[in-house]
C-alpha cells in the first residue's frame, strides 16, 4: 500500500493547531485516490486519541468535539474519506462507493499513523454513516492493539424506510445497483437538515456547502448497496469487543417546513431503528439517549452538546478504569 508514512503535516483550512496529512493510496475505479487525516494535538502529551469518522455528505469542521477531547486528554484526529471534503479530487464523483470495506484503507493507515505518533489507546469515532463504518471496523479488527472503546453518533444501523420498502424495494435496488452503480436514485433526506445548521441559514455553524451541501436530491445506486450490505451484519447482531457507547436523539420528525422540530429532532435516522440495532450489537455495549438532539448530536444547541460531551467522557472515564 503505497501510502507516504513519512509526509510532515501541512496547516489546515481550521486554523491554529489544526493540521493534516494527505494519505496516497493505489488508483480505484476512478484513478488517483486520496485521503485526509486532520490532527489537533492536546496540549499535553498523551498516549490516548481518539479518530473520529464523519457521515455522508459531510467531512470534519466540528471544531468543538475536537477541543473537547482535547481538554480530556486526547489527541484528536479526523478522517476526511476518499472522495469527501479535503480529499475529493477533480476526476471523482462526490461520496461515490461500492463497498463501505473500501474506507478501510484510510482507517488502517489513520491508526498506523496514530500508533506512530506514540498512541497506544484509541477511541474510534462515527457519525452517521461514519457510525456504521466505524462499528464495522471494530466487528472486522478485534484483536486491534490500538482501538479501546467505540463511540458512535446516530449511527446509519437502518434505513429510514417503511417496513415495504426494505423488505422489498431495497434489495431489488442493491441487486441493480451490482450492474447500474451511477445510476442516481432520489435521496429522500430531509431538505432541512443543513438549513438547521449552518450560520447563513438557520444554524450557528460555518462549513464549506460544497462540501457538505445544502440539497442532496439523489443518490448513486451504489450507495444504496454499499449500505444495504454492511446494515446486515449490523442486523445480525455483529460482535463488538470493546466498550461501545451508542448515543441517538430522543426522536425522529419529519418537518415538512423550517420548525422548531428541525432544531431539536434527529429528521435524518429513525431512532428507533439505531435503538433497535445497537441492541442486536454483542458486547459490551450503552446505548444512550439525548434529549433534544439533533442528528448530528455535537451540532445539536449548546446545552444539548454539553450533555453529549458530559455522558461521552463520564462513560469514557468509567470504561478505562
Request: aromatic share 14%; proline share 4%.
Amino acid at each position: 500500500m503505497a501510502i507516504q508514512h513519512n509526509t510532515t503535516y501541512a496547516p489546515d483550512l481550521l486554523g491554529a493547531g489544526y493540521e493534516q496529512l494527505t494519505l496516497n493510496f493505489p488508483d480505484d475505479y476512478e484513478g488517483k485516490v486520496v485521503a485526509t487525516l486532520v490532527r489537533k494535538k492536546a496540549q499535553r502529551a498523551t498516549d490516548k486519541a481518539v479518530l473520529y469518522i464523519h457521515g455522508f455528505i459531510d467531512y470534519f469542521f466540528q471544531t468543538e468535539m475536537a477541543e473537547q477531547f482535547n481538554q480530556h486528554g486526547y489527541d484528536f484526529y479526523a478522517l476526511d474519506l476518499r472522495k469527501y471534503g479535503r480529499s475529493i479530487l477533480p476526476h471523482q464523483k462526490y461520496y461515490y462507493v461500492l463497498n463501505l470495506n473500501e474506507y478501510n484503507a484510510e482507517i488502517t493507515a489513520a491508526l498506523e499513523i496514530i500508533g506512530q505518533e506514540k498512541h497506544d489507546h484509541v477511541v474510534l469515532a462515527g457519525h452517521s454513516t461514519g457510525g456504521l463504518t466505524a462499528t464495522l471496523y471494530a466487528a472486522h479488527h478485534p484483536q486491534h492493539p490500538l482501538i479501546k472503546a467505540l463511540w458512535c453518533n446516530s449511527p446509519f444501523y437502518d434505513f429510514n424506510a417503511p417496513l415495504w420498502k426494505k423488505k422489498f424495494a431495497l434489495p431489488k435496488l442493491s441487486a441493480l445497483a451490482k450492474h447500474l452503480p451511477s445510476v442516481k436514485f432520489p435521496s429522500e433526506l430531509n431538505k432541512w437538515y443543513t438549513s438547521s445548521l449552518h450560520q447563513s441559514l438557520k444554524g450557528e455553524w460555518d462549513f464549506n456547502l460544497d462540501w457538505k451541501k445544502k440539497a442532496y436530491p439523489f443518490v448513486y445506486l451504489s450507495f444504496v448497496r454499499a449500505i444495504f450490505e454492511a446494515q446486515k451484519e449490523i442486523h445480525q447482531g455483529a460482535q463488538i469487543n470493546v466498550p461501545a457507547l451508542i448515543m441517538h436523539s430522543h426522536k425522529t420528525t419529519y418537518p415538512k417546513k423550517f420548525n422548531r422540530d428541525a432544531q431539536t429532532t434527529d429528521v435524518i435516522l429513525e431512532v428507533k431503528d439505531i435503538i433497535k440495532f445497537a441492541k442486536k450489537l454483542q458486547g459490551d455495549v450503552t446505548v444512550m439517549t439525548i434529549q433534544n438532539g439533533l442528528h448530528d448530536l455535537v451540532l445539536s444547541e449548546a446545552p444539548v452538546r454539553s450533555e453529549v460531551y458530559s455522558k461521552l467522557f463520564t462513560w469514557l472515564a468509567e470504561k478505562q478504569k
